[in-house]
């Protein structure tokens, strides 16, 4: 059924609370609400970690599923609670299997369940791996702004690491307004990096795409550094490769050692999430016994509490809060619903009555 609906679950007029319907929300339709608005998201991004600094959130920790014959896959979910004017609660369930990679199929996959805070409802559930990149991608290109902007804008960007996400977030650093003389590119794996390098040919106009044989050679030869890795512990130790103060967006969270962030100024979307489930802050924390070397959130840079030096490399770690796929979720969902394509399962919630 195809319709347009209000998350309310309120009738109109008098107060009662009603059971709201249920949506499905395909990916194409998130791929479409989504295209092109990329400096809209990244906005709706820095509003939420506004909320979330003020308190009108609420994010638990993450849970894993692991599992003892695949170590290296993992399930998390993300309970969230977001507040503002429109609120409203959910979990991203979402999945992580590297070994997909060599089937062609996509490493990660997801779903979001948005919840109506009034009756505690699900109201849609919608595919959320295009969701989750897009959120990701947009903290990732709001930190790029926010941190270089006492520095000389980088102008030539290194992808360490080659999926989906590095993909995402070269392209809302474009749809941001970003532009790049220069793009690099390393992948453990050449098909990767080779298909990474055709898309950045495709998409970047004049700049200049480079395949590099050795992690240092990347880094070295970069003012904007992107990690987006499926690494589970620290690969890059030496903090000599950062020599030229770059900014870094530590967006997969193992890659650095601890020798890196504390020859770094250190900045996370949330202490207590990002010093946990051994990142790399985590490790360092383990390290050095304390947590000095956080320098701040980047909602204390944005609201002027923090300045970010230019002397020495800044990292920016983000481990991912739910609200943000929540805040990107509703947004979804009023997209679908104002064009009147909401599929709505009649029935789903069958039993009502208390006593039938």
């Not at 509003?47 to 638990?60: E, F, K, M, S």
């Not at 409802?121 to 959320?128: I, L, N, Q, V």
Request: with cysteine; proline share 6%.
């Amino acid at each position: 059924m195809n319709a347009g609906h209000t998350r309310s679950s309120r009738s109109d007029g008098s107060g009662e609370v009603t059971v709201p319907p249920f949506a499905v929300i395909s990916g194409s339709q998130v791929r479409h609400a989504l295209d092109g608005r990329e400096k809209e998201i990244v906005e709706l991004v820095e509003a939420t970690y506004r909320l979330h600094a003020d308190g009108r959130t609420v994010n638990p920790p993450s849970s894993f599923l692991r599992f003892p014959d695949r170590p290296a896959a993992r399930m998390i979910a993300l309970p969230a609670s977001l507040g503002g004017t429109s609120p409203v609660d959910g979990v991203k369930w979402i999945s992580s299997f590297p070994e997909n990679v060599r089937s062609g199929i996509p490493r990660a996959s997801a779903v979001l369940i948005l919840n109506d805070p009034d009756t505690g409802y699900p109201f849609a559930c919608m595919e959320s791996s295009i969701i989750s990149a897009t959120r990701t991608a947009a903290s990732a290109a709001s930190a790029a702004d926010r941190l270089s902007r006492d520095r000389p804008r980088p102008a030539r960007i290194g992808f360490f690491g080659t999926g989906l996400i590095a993909r995402y977030i070269h392209t809302f650093l474009q749809g941001s307004g970003w532009t790049f003389d220069d793009i690099g590119v390393y992948d453990l794996s050449p098909d990767s990096a080779a298909g990474f390098r055709l898309y950045a040919e495709r998409s970047s106009g004049a700049a200049r795409v480079t395949v590099h044989q050795r992690p240092e050679e990347l880094i070295r030869t970069s003012d904007l550094v992107v990690f987006a890795t499926v690494a589970g512990e620290p690969h890059v130790s030496d903090p000599e490769w950062f020599d030229h103060n770059p900014v870094v967006l530590h967006v997969s969270l193992r890659d650095l050692a601890p020798q890196v962030l504390l020859a770094s100024t250190n900045i996370v979307d949330d202490v207590e999430h990002c010093l946990r489930a051994a990142t790399s802050p985590h490790l360092t924390e383990q390290l050095t016994g304390n947590r000095d070397f956080v320098h701040g959130t980047l909602d204390d840079v944005m609201a002027g509490r923090v300045d970010v030096p230019t002397d020495r490399p800044v990292v920016f770690s983000s481990f991912g809060l739910g609200v943000l796929d929540l805040a990107v979720g509703s947004y979804v969902y009023d997209q679908v619903s104002r064009s009147g394509e909401l599929q709505i399962i009649d029935g789903f919630f069958h039993e009502r009555r208390r006593y039938g």
